[in-house]
C-alpha cells in the first residue's frame, strides 16, 4: 500500500474534545494554501457572501468561516504526516467513523487485500463492469475482450466477491444483450443457479436511433443472491420505498393521505363472496364474475365502521378501499423485474455535467458511460435495510457512492461504500465527486446550488500495481546467466518462474526486503507518477498495509515517543495490540522502558495478541491455553503478504 489518505468534514474536527488538538489543527488548516485551492475549486467558496450572521470567503481564511462550513471537505494530502497522525489519533474507533473506503488499484488485486478484514460482511454489491461495446477508444476499460477472456476475468472477481458477501446478501451486475447470457451462466456456476433471483429490466435510454434495425432501450441487471433462502425469510422487508404519487388527502382525514383500492381480487376461496351493503343506501354489491373481495366478511365490516370502505364521490359506486400513505410506507412497494422508472443514462450525463460543470469533458463521459445513481440506490435499498457495506469493484466515476451518501440523506441511514478503480480518473472524478456530493446535495454548472452538506469521512489507499511490483526486482544475474538466457530462449519462461522470481529477485523493496523493516516508517518502492516511464521513491504504509492483511477492525491509531499504537479486534474478535517503532532509535532496551511508561501489561488480558516489529525482550503475554500471544510483525507480514498473493 503506497498511500493512504482521509477525507473528513469540518464539523467533526471542530467537535474534537480536545481543545488544544482542535486549536492545532484548526491553526493548521487555516495555513494550507494548497486545501484552500482546492476548495475555491471544487466548492466555489470564493463566492460565499458573507452576512450578520455568518461571515464571507476571505483571504486569508478565518477560523469563523471555517466553522460557518462545516461539510467541507478536508483532504490530508494537503497537509504533513504529523497532522495526519495527530487528526487520527483524535478519533475513537476509527474504522466505524468512517463512512466509505476507496481503493485505487486493479480490482483483483484489491478485492484479495480486502478479503480479511470484509469477509462476508457486504450487504450489497453492484458493478458495472465492461461488456464488449467493441470500441476500445469509446471505454475506459479495455472493452473488445474474446467472450472467454470476459468470462474469465468475472469469474475470478465475482468468487471473490461471493467470499466478501454476508448470507443476505446479493450482487447486481449489469449487462447489456451482449454479455448477459454469458454472464448469466458463469454466475450460476459461482453462486448456485438456485440463487439466480432475477434479470432486471431498466429502461436506459427513452431516445430512439432512427438508424438502427431496432433501437436499443434496456440493460440487463442480473440478480444473484448469496443464499436465496436467506432473502426469502426477510421477503417482507425486501421492498421498495413508497413513493407518495397517487395520495392525497380531499375530506382532512386525521389518518393522513390516501388513495383507493379495489375491494376485488382474483377468486381464491369461497368465503371471500359475500355482500357489502352500503350503509346511507342500503345496496348491496357482490364481487365481480372470477373474483372474490380482498378481506374476509368480519373484517370488511369492521373497516366499514373505521370509515375505510368508500362507495366512490357519490356514495353510490362500487366499494373501494382506502389505503393509507403510512401504511404503504411501512410496507414498501414489492419490486418487480420491469424498472422503467427510474432515470436513464443521459441523466446520469447530466448529472455529472451538474456536479464538474467544464472540469469534466464530454470525451470523458462517454468513457466512463456512467449509470444514474437512483438505479444504484434502488439496487441497495432492497438489500441494506439503512445500514451494511455496499461494494462495487467497477467504480467507475464513484455513482455507487452518491447514490449512498444521497440513501444515507434522505433516511437517516448508515449505510457505508468500498469502491474499488483502477483508472486514471481516480483523482480526477471519483475522489472530487465523493466530495462534492458531500458538501453539498445539488449541483449545477460544477457549482453548490444549496450547499446543504453532509457529516461524512472517507479514506482512499492507493496500491502497488503490477507495473510497480516489476519496477522495484532488483536481479542479480551474472554476464554468463545473462547471455545463456538470451541464447536459449525455449525455456526463458520457466526460468523466470521458478528461478528469476525465487532466487535472483530475492530482497527486492516490492517482495518485503525485510532488512529494512528496522524503520518501517521509512520503507520506499519506486512507483509510477503517471509520466511516461517515470518513477519516484514513495514510502510504503506498512502500518495500513499489515492492518488489512491481519483483518484488523481499528479502534485507534496513536503515535506516542516515536512509537506507532495501533488497536482493533481481529476478525475472530480477539483484542489486539501493534506497536511499530524505528528500531534503530528504540532498541529492545528503550522498548522495555516505554511499554512501562505507557502503562501496558503483558500479564493482565487489556489484549489478546500483541504484535511488534522485530525481535524484542517483552515477557510473553500467555492465554488460558498457555500459548505464547507475542508475535513477531516481519514474519506474519511476510507470510500473509504470501498468502494474498497465492489466493
Same mark, same amino acid.
Given at each position: ?96 467513523? !468512517? ?31 465492461? +461488456? ?36 443476505? /446478501? ?136 373505521? =370509515?375505510?370502505? $368508500? ?14 400513505? /403510512? ?29 464538474? =460543470?467544464?472540469?469534466? /469533458? ?16 434502488? !439496487? ?7 445500514? =451494511?457495506? $455496499? ?63 453532509? /457529516? ?10 503490477? %507495473? ?5 526486482? *532488483? ?19 520457466? +526460468?523466470?518462474?521458478? +528461478? ?33 516511464? *517515470? ?18 477492525? $481499528? ?9 506507532? $499504537? ?6 475472530? =474478535? ?60 516481519? %514474519? ?12
Amino acid at each position: 500500500m503506497v498511500e493512504t489518505q482521509y477525507c473528513v468534514t469540518l464539523d467533526r474536527i471542530f467537535a474534537i474534545k480536545d481543545e488544544e488538538t482542535r486549536t492545532w489543527l484548526v491553526d493548521q488548516i487555516l495555513k494550507s494554501d494548497a486545501q484552500h485551492e482546492e476548495w475555491v475549486r471544487l466548492f466555489a467558496i470564493d463566492e460565499i457572501q458573507g452576512d450578520h450572521m455568518k461571515p464571507g470567503y476571505s483571504v486569508p481564511l478565518t477560523a469563523g468561516f471555517l466553522e460557518a462550513n462545516p461539510h467541507l471537505v478536508l483532504d490530508t494530502r494537503y497537509f504533513d504526516e504529523d497532522f495526519k497522525r495527530r487528526l487520527l489519533a483524535s478519533f475513537d474507533d476509527l474504522d466505524e467513523k !468512517c463512512d466509505g473506503l476507496l481503493v485505487h488499484s486493479e480490482n483483483f488485486q484489491a478485492l484479495n487485500l480486502l478479503m480479511e478484514r470484509y469477509r462476508e460482511q457486504v450487504v450489497c454489491i453492484y458493478i458495472d463492469p465492461p +461488456y464488449n461495446t467493441g470500441s476500445d477508444n469509446d471505454f475506459a476499460y479495455k472493452d473488445s475482450y474474446q467472450h472467454s477472456s470476459w468470462l474469465s476475468m468475472m469469474v475470478d472477481r465475482g468468487a471473490l466477491a461471493r467470499g466478501l458477501s454476508a448470507s443476505s /446478501s446479493g450482487i447486481f451486475v449489469s449487462t447489456d444483450d451482449g454479455e448477459y447470457a454469458n454472464l448469466r451462466l458463469a454466475f450460476a456456476a459461482i453462486f448456485g443457479d438456485d440463487n439466480f433471483v432475477a434479470d432486471i429490466i431498466w429502461n436506459s435510454r427513452k431516445s430512439v436511433s432512427s438508424d438502427a434495425l431496432i433501437s436499443v432501450a434496456t440493460n440487463h441487471t442480473t440478480f444473484f443472491a448469496k443464499d436465496k433462502s436467506a432473502l426469502e425469510k426477510q421477503k417482507t422487508s425486501f421492498r421498495l420505498p413508497q413513493d407518495d404519487e397517487g395520495f392525497a388527502n380531499p375530506d382532512n382525514d386525521p389518518r393522513g393521505p390516501w388513495k383507493l383500492d379495489p375491494m376485488d381480487a382474483p377468486n381464491i376461496r369461497e368465503n371471500l363472496t359475500y355482500p357489502i351493503r352500503n350503509p346511507l343506501t342500503g345496496e348491496e354489491f357482490y364481487p365481480p364474475e372470477g373474483r372474490c373481495w380482498r378481506f374476509e366478511q368480519w373484517q370488511t365490516e369492521q373497516l366499514l365502521k373505521e =370509515g375505510r370502505i $368508500v362507495f366512490g364521490r357519490t356514495g353510490n359506486a362500487k366499494p373501494m378501499y382506502k389505503r393509507f400513505l /403510512s401504511e404503504a410506507k411501512e410496507k414498501g412497494r414489492t419490486p418487480t423485474t420491469l424498472w422503467d422508472d427510474v432515470k436513464t443514462t443521459t441523466d446520469a450525463t447530466k448529472v455529472l455535467l451538474d456536479v464538474f =460543470g467544464d472540469a469534466i /469533458s464530454r470525451e470523458l463521459i462517454n468513457k466512463l458511460k456512467p449509470k444514474p445513481h437512483e438505479l444504484v440506490g434502488r !439496487c441497495t435499498v432492497l438489500l441494506s435495510d439503512g445500514a =451494511g457495506i $455496499v461494494l462495487d469493484f467497477f467504480a467507475g466515476s464513484g455513482t455507487t457512492a452518491h447514490a449512498v451518501i444521497n440513501l444515507n440523506r434522505e433516511d437517516g441511514g448508515r449505510r457505508k461504500y468500498i469502491l474499488v478503480e483502477m483508472g486514471e480518473y481516480f483523482d480526477t472524478v471519483l475522489v472530487p465527486r465523493i466530495k462534492k456530493v458531500a458538501y453539498s446535495k445539488d449541483w449545477k454548472d460544477g457549482k453548490p446550488v444549496s450547499r446543504e452538506g453532509t /457529516s461524512h469521512m472517507f479514506k482512499y489507499l492507493r496500491l502497488e500495481s503490477y %507495473e510497480d511490483t516489476l519496477n522495484n526486482l *532488483e536481479l542479480r544475474r551474472t554476464e554468463v546467466q545473462q547471455s545463456l538466457l538470451e541464447q536459449h530462449s525455449d525455456f526463458r519462461e520457466d +526460468y523466470m518462474l521458478h +528461478y528469476m522470481l525465487d532466487v535472483e529477485s530475492r530482497g527486492s523493496p516490492s517482495l518485503l526486503d525485510l532488512d529494512r523493516f528496522e524503520n518501517p516508517f521509512n520503507y520506499k518502492l519506486n512507483i509510477a507518477t503517471g509520466t511516461a516511464g *517515470e518513477t519516484k521513491p514513495t514510502a510504503v504504509d506498512l502500518v495500513e498495509t499489515f492492518n488489512y492483511l491481519i483483518g484488523l477492525r $481499528v479502534k485507534t491509531i496513536h503515535y506516542l515517543d516515536g512509537v506507532c $499504537v495501533v488497536t482493533g479486534t481481529n476478525p475472530q =474478535g480477539e483484542r489486539m495490540l501493534i506497536l511499530w517503532r524505528n528500531i534503530k532509535e528504540m532498541d529492545n532496551d528503550k522498548l522495555d522502558d516505554w511499554f512501562l511508561k505507557q502503562g501496558y501489561n503483558t500479564k493482565d488480558q487489556e489484549f489478546d495478541a500483541i504484535y511488534v516489529n522485530g525481535d524484542n525482550n517483552l515477557e510473553n503475554l500467555k492465554g488460558p491455553n498457555h500459548t505464547w500471544k507475542v508475535r513477531l510483525t516481519e %514474519e506474519e507480514l511476510l507470510r500473509r503478504m504470501f498468502d494474498v498473493q497465492d489466493v
